[in-house]
């Protein structure tokens, strides 16, 4: 079988995010360069490369690089197409982004084999993959750190990005493994908030949701904090559910266990929090408490965490060397509404809009290992604000 691989297009026009390589062949090849065409044909291996216009990109990097991941024949286009005349090729679903798809897609392609391949493959990590994540772990962790440190009510949700990407940036990084989520207040009850250049106001719970890259490899933590330094009664009620069922979760966490079994465990944990603070009402089985959670906490518990921050689909049963976040929640959404909701008890906490605790971890031999290097202890976040 022949392999055609394609790394992903430099596109010029792109001026936020001119490129980001394919995962699966970053996985592959451990290169990181655009417009990279890698065949490998009865053992042999070639490469074809468009380097990107010189007036825009630092092509002798290019070249270096390009030396340093590949020793194979460089071809052009035509000689490219010719080996490929007669073949069975086993491809990457990015190929259809190739510039000239239109030339390469008279060949027979099977693109969904190797993907679904190294989906499965990458569950697991390998040493180095952990060691990178774990780099990037303490690079998020330190700059949640130095946003707790430096905020102050009346900074923008803005701002506190600002911060993050000033601590990162000073060891070197500036890829995130996502778009940060910052937010405070009743903002904190959407999921995927896109900060804005609002004024964080006194007494509000901020929520922090954020990750940087370290060679391509994801880290993603959340923390909540008090924009004054210091929690409320009510604030620390509420947190302390949501910090109770992650502590609970990561129990949890070995290899052997299922996932579906570990979420419903959570959720009961969740519901009989929100039972002693009367937020919701007695209920006598176990699928209905966990129906009635489902709702302040409207998406999943975890997912897998490597060269994607939502790698590989959905986690089934752990296994050692697994990368997973877990981020237990609750929201005070709007919509929210079911008889068996003491409202008059939600609407004491709706105005801090929503809590959410996430830790990255590596599944060990016995157990696991946390990632995140930051506290989620109420008395160590307000020392570190002091």
């Known amino acids: 079988m022949t392999t055609l691989l394609y790394s992903g297009y430099y596109d010029l026009d792109n001026e936020t995010n001119p490129f980001e390589v394919d995962p699966n062949f970053y996985y592959i090849s451990g290169c990181d360069l655009p417009n990279v065409?890698?065949?490998?044909?009865?053992?042999?291996?070639?490469?074809?490369?468009?380097?990107?216009?010189?007036?825009?990109?630092?092509?002798?990097?290019?070249?270096?690089?390009?030396?340093?991941?590949?020793?194979?024949?460089?071809i052009d286009?035509?000689?490219?197409?010719?080996?490929?005349?007669?073949?069975?090729?086993?491809?990457?679903?990015?190929?259809?982004?190739?510039?000239?798809?239109?030339?390469?897609?008279?060949?027979?392609?099977?693109?969904?084999?190797?993907?679904?391949?190294?989906?499965?493959?990458?569950?697991?990590?390998?040493?180095?993959?952990?060691?990178?994540?774990?780099?990037?772990?303490t690079y998020t962790s330190a700059g949640i750190k130095h946003i707790m440190r430096l905020s102050y009510p009346s900074m923008?949700?803005?701002?506190?990005?600002?911060?993050?990407?000033?601590?990162?940036?000073?060891?070197?990084?500036?890829?995130?493994?996502f778009n940060p989520i910052t937010s405070h207040g009743k903002y904190n009850q959407y999921l995927h908030y896109i900060a804005k250049d609002r004024p964080i106001d006194k007494g509000s719970m901020v929520l922090l949701d954020l990750g940087c890259k370290y060679n391509h490899y994801c880290s993603d933590i959340s923390r909540c904090f008090p924009i004054s330094g210091k929690?409320?009664?009510?604030?620390?009620?509420i947190y302390n559910v949501v910090l109770r069922a992650l502590k609970y979760a990561l129990t949890l966490m070995k290899p052997g266990q299922h996932w579906k079994t570990i979420t419903k465990q959570v959720q009961l944990k969740l519901y009989d929090e929100c039972l002693k603070l009367k937020l919701v009402?007695?209920?006598?089985?176990?699928?209905?408490?966990?129906?009635?959670?489902?709702?302040?906490?409207?998406?999943?518990?975890?997912?897998?965490?490597?060269?994607?921050?939502?790698?590989?689909?959905?986690?089934?049963?752990?296994?050692?060397r697994m990368v997973v976040a877990v981020e237990p929640g609750i929201y005070f959404q709007g919509g929210t509404t079911s008889p068996h909701i003491n409202r008059s008890v939600w609407l004491t906490y709706q105005n801090i809009g929503g809590i959410r605790l996430e830790d990255t971890i590596t599944i060990t031999k016995t157990g696991h290992k946390n990632l995140s290097k930051v506290t989620k202890e109420i008395a160590g976040i307000e020392k570190l604000m002091k």
């Not at 982004?97 to 392609?109: A, C, G, I, V």
Request: proline share 4%.
């Open 281 to 320: 009402k007695p209920l006598q089985h176990d699928k209905d408490k966990c129906q009635l959670i489902s709702l302040v906490m409207p998406h999943a518990l975890g997912h897998h965490v490597g060269l994607d921050t939502h790698d590989c689909g959905p986690i089934t049963t752990l296994r050692e």
């Open 231 to 237: 929690f409320t009664l009510r604030q620390k009620k």
């Open 37 to 74: 065409l890698l065949l490998k044909k009865d053992k042999k291996h070639y490469v074809h490369v468009e380097i990107p216009n010189i007036q825009w990109y630092d092509s002798d990097y290019f070249v270096t690089v390009l030396k340093q991941c590949f020793n194979a024949q460089m």
């Open 156 to 177: 923008s949700q803005i701002e506190l990005q600002g911060l993050f990407k000033q601590s990162i940036s000073k060891k070197g990084i500036q890829e995130l493994s």
């Open 77 to 137: 286009f035509k000689e490219l197409l010719q080996l490929l005349k007669g073949q069975k090729i086993q491809t990457l679903s990015n190929i259809k982004t190739h510039p000239k798809w239109s030339s390469l897609r008279k060949f027979p392609m099977d693109d969904s084999s190797i993907d679904h391949r190294l989906s499965k493959q990458r569950e697991v990590k390998h040493i180095d993959e952990i060691m990178n994540i774990e780099k990037a772990c």
